[in-house]
């Protein structure tokens, strides 16, 4: 018999254990793109200048200032073009006055040269230019040193690195980064039902959309999910099948036997070795859960129940930001938003209930917050409905309805964060 007064865990107390347990992983040195939201572990300096040389802004001619000073229509200014400088082409490191050099975008303004004047004030002469309107001083010259100092410290340690971080580290020409790596998600799905998604399957047997699910939701976590995919509902299966994914473990999910039944493998293969607490929190869905570590690096394990929505819900509630502490990535759980219910909900006592929701895009002049709609019912199963929510809504566990109209804690799914 199940126990009717097993004491739950709130959610916090449960994510609060979780967290504690966990620390960031030790950084690690990526190349570039590999680094794509990962966290930098160190601060970052740049080792050159940029620009690191004086250079043209514009196509056109290097020349002094004080030559085209008096440049008109009028009286335009005749000068010889005494070479051609294109950007990685830098043969010409000086000029005198009186002269003029053709340069391009991006190449080295040769010392002597204090203007560049674009081909459209000019002749776009050869030998000679014309030259029939005059820069200001430095005008179209890109300083060396004006954008990032030598030394600059360019990325903070706890960044995260994104198209203009790593943009920026490859254009001082660094080619890697210490981050924080991407932890390595093993995902088992447990039940004697499950069949592979494409196999034919029984009047009796359920297509495995955890792994899938499960394995997506650490991919998007910016982790790397290696989806084992499905064990039968057989303790000594199951203990094999985790001992020979562990090595390539930083973090072990399971979906599927930890309630209260007579085949619920992983908490009859697990709780032999006292490292995995199992319990009940004080949510719907969701509430039989499990968490500890196994093997011997004690690699944390998440054992989530089995029905779809208590599945992504328990992802979304402790695996994520269990990952996400493990990247060192901050916050480590989803910002929530208030807004009004349109529709009245209930709910049972005792258990935070995290209903499906679609929220609207946020406040518009006519209404000053977003609104929020329930997706389907309260069932853990109903995955359809899930498939088309946005957002959480949450019911705190002491209250058993929220009316229309009134303001409710809502976490959006979509967000990045
Ligand atoms: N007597 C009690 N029974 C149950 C309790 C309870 O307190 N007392 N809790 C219920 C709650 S709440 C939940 S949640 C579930 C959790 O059960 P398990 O974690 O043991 O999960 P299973 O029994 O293996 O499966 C439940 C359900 O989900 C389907 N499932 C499982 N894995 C997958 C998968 N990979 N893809 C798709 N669907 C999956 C499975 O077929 C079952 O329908 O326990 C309640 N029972
Ligand atoms: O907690 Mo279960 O997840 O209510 O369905």
């Known amino acids: 018999m199940g126990d009717p007064l097993q004491t739950l865990r709130s959610v916090t107390e449960h994510q609060t254990e979780i967290l504690d347990s966990l620390r960031p992983l030790p950084p690690y040195e990526q190349p570039l793109l590999d680094a794509l939201g990962l966290v930098a572990a160190a601060d970052v300096y740049s080792p050159i200048a940029l620009p690191s040389f004086d250079n043209s802004a514009m196509d056109g001619y290097a020349v002094c200032f004080d030559d085209v000073a008096s440049a008109t229509d009028e009286h335009p200014v005749h000068l010889p073009v005494v070479g051609e400088i294109g950007a990685g082409q830098a043969r010409i490191l000086a000029m005198s006055p009186g002269t003029a050099v053709k340069i391009m975008t991006g190449a080295p303004v040769p010392a002597g040269a204090d203007a560049v004047v674009p081909y459209e004030w000019t002749d776009r002469g050869v030998a000679q230019v014309v030259i029939a309107r005059a820069p200001e001083e430095g005008q179209h010259v890109r300083s060396a040193g004006e954008d990032v100092t030598e030394g600059d410290l360019l990325i903070e340690d706890g960044t995260v690195l994104g198209p203009r971080q790593l943009g ?23 039940g004697s039902e499950l069949r592979d998604p494409g196999s034919p399957r029984g009047h009796d047997s359920v297509y495995d959309g955890n792994s899938y699910m499960l394995a997506a939701a650490v991919r998007r976590a910016g982790a790397i999910a290696y989806r084992v995919g499905i064990v039968p509902d057989e303790p000594k299966l199951f203990l094999d099948a985790l001992n020979d994914q562990l090595v390539r473990a930083d973090a072990v999910i399971t979906s599927g036997g930890v309630s209260m039944g007579d085949f619920d493998v992983v908490k009859e293969a697990l709780s032999p070795l006292g490292t995995v607490w199992f319990g009940g929190v004080a949510m719907q869905p969701g509430k039989p859960q499990g968490f500890g570590v196994v093997g011997e690096d004690a690699t944390p394990i998440f054992t989530l129940p089995g029905n779809p929505v208590s599945s992504f819900i328990s992802f979304e509630m402790f695996v994520l930001p269990a990952l996400r502490r493990m990247m060192g990535r901050l916050p480590y759980t989803r910002p929530t938003v208030a807004a009004t219910l349109t529709h009245a909900v209930s709910s049972p006592p005792g258990r935070a209930q995290y209903l499906r929701g679609e929220l609207s895009d946020g406040p518009t002049e006519r209404q000053a917050r977003p609104m929020v709609s329930p997706v389907g019912g309260p069932g853990s199963h109903l995955v359809g409905d899930l498939a088309q929510a946005n957002a959480l809504i949450v019911v705190p566990s002491e209250t058993t309805s929220v009316a229309a109209g009134e303001t409710v804690t809502v976490v959006p799914l979509e967000q990045e964060f």
């Open 168 to 190: 920026l580290l490859a254009s001082v020409g660094l080619a890697t980064v210490v981050v924080r790596p991407r932890p390595r998600v093993v995902i088992l799905s447990t």
